[in-house]
């Protein structure tokens, strides 16, 4: 009887812990494996505040007006006239110019840029690409403000003769600004050069349709 009652005891016990122990095994089972933490989304670039500051003031559709002073090249100076679109580019991190003119020369002139600020050296850069410009295109220099007028410094070549030009934007309104350019063998011997004046395109009115 104490044997059977031993054997019934015992084998009790062992399908409890039988019992037990597959429990524990459906729960390690069912638990969820762990799993690596997913890698933080890439963060879009914003635009600096130097950047919206630039296409604020400066995109949209312009009409411009040219003159240019006595040179070796138009003794007599010249004027012309043309547009110019500004246009903001991708991600409002760059701003695009598409601008075209004639008379000043007695012919036609058409030229494109792309400018961007450049945290690095703390300034607008850009390329520039004119119908004039023998290599086709150049960097034209570093743009910073100084005070109210944005003032860019370019150095190259003409003629074989090295080249500084400074431009000068200034005169902001809400529908105009200007440019003035002046050039010479260096930043100490500038001597005026072109004035070429922006003026808000009006919008293009829509056309009516005939009935």
Known sequence: MKSIL?????GALVAICWTA?????????????????APPAMQMP????????????MSGSWMVTEKADP?????KGGTGKGTAKLTVGPGGMSMMENYHSSGMMGGNFSGVGTFWWDPKVQAYRGVWCDSMTPA??????????EGDNLVGIMEGEM????????????????????MTMASGPDANSLKP????TYTKAAPAKAEKSTP
């Open 21 to 37: 122990m597959v429990g524990q095994d459906n729960a390690m089972s069912a638990k969820p494996k762990s799993s690596k933490p």
């Open 6 to 10: 031993r054997g019934t005891i015992v």
């Open 71 to 75: 040179s070796p090249m138009m003794p």
């Open 136 to 145: 086709g295109c150049d960097g034209s220099g570093t743009t910073k403000w």
């Open 159 to 178: 003629n074989g003769q090295k080249m500084t030009t400074k431009f000068t934007y200034s005169n902001w309104t809400a529908n105009s600004f200007v």
């Open 46 to 57: 914003k635009p600096a505040p130097e950047m919206t500051k630039l296409i604020k003031m």
């Open 193 to 196: 050069m072109m004035t070429i």
